[in-house]
T-cell receptor, first 112, second 112 residues
Framework: DTAVSQTPKYLVTQMGNDKSIKCEQNLGHDTMYWYKQDSKKFLKIMFSYNNKELIINETVPNRFSPKSPDKAHLNLHINSLELGDSAVYFC???????????FGAGSRLTVL | GENVEQHPSTLSVQEGDSAVIKCTYSDSASNYFPWYKQELGKGPQLIIDIRSNVGEKKDQRIAVTLNKTAKHFSLHITETQPEDSAVYFCAARPSGNEKLTFGTGTRLTIIP
């Protein structure tokens, strides 16, 4: 059983399009995250939700909108895609205070 | 906010030799320091972590040391094997904060 699953694994799209990446965790964790990993492998946090409530919102353009329908799901919607949005996006989850992050396998977004 | 620097960015080691990766952090309130390993095409995975009340922790061939005064912590891998080849990330988190700040990553290559 996959603990944190993301779909799609690969996404190729044109500039200006809108796309979504979905994430689900079956670990029973309360906290979920989105991280962005650029071509140089830098890992930067974008958002964090605890039990469906936004708790971390880094300096991310408004074009990025996370949505957490329940504590097991955290989706990422991106409007008006730009070339600089090309990256691997990782979803992760943890229990508050438990420290350990469990990451998904990543979703590689390529904007042409 | 926290800033984590990691060196070296790339490291090649003969199989069987030791590898050392070093990180420094800026926020003296940080008290949790994990290390993650990212294999090709996968998400980062926790391999070892240390809290600020401990100076050293060991798990088989992997050890982490922490110098709180100097704000340094290091990952030591002994008797390296080909499967140790991966990108390694250090991270730091301040007390009471859910935000984990990652270092810039080290690509470790084990030469057979």
């Amino acid at each position: 059983d996959t603990a944190v699953s993301q779909t799609p694994k690969y996404l190729v799209t044109q500039m200006g399009n809108d796309k979504s990446i979905k994430c689900e965790q079956n670990l029973g964790h309360d906290t979920m995250y989105w991280y962005k990993q650029d071509s140089k492998k830098f890992l930067k946090i974008m958002f964090s939700y605890n039990n469906k409530e936004l708790i971390i919102n880094e300096t991310v353009p408004n074009r990025f909108s996370p949505k957490s329908p329940d504590k097991a799901h955290l989706n990422l919607h991106i409007n008006s895609l730009e070339l600089g949005d090309s990256a691997v996006y990782f979803c992760a989850s943890s229990q508050p205070g438990a420290n350990v992050l469990t990451f998904g396998a990543g979703s590689r977004l390529t904007v042409l | 906010g926290e800033n984590v620097e990691q060196h070296p960015s790339t490291l090649s080691v003969q199989e069987g030799d030791s590898a050392v990766i070093k990180c420094t952090y800026s926020d003296s309130a940080s008290n949790y320091f994990p290390w993650y390993k990212q294999e090709l095409g996968k998400g980062p995975q926790l391999i070892i972590d240390i809290r600020s009340n401990v100076g050293e922790k060991k798990d088989q061939r992997i050890a982490v040391t922490l110098n709180k005064t100097a704000k340094h912590f290091s990952l030591h891998i002994t008797e390296t094997q080909p499967e140790d080849s991966a990108v390694y990330f250090c991270a730091a988190r301040p007390s009471g904060n859910e935000k984990l700040t990652f270092g810039t990553g080290t690509r470790l290559t084990i030469i057979p």
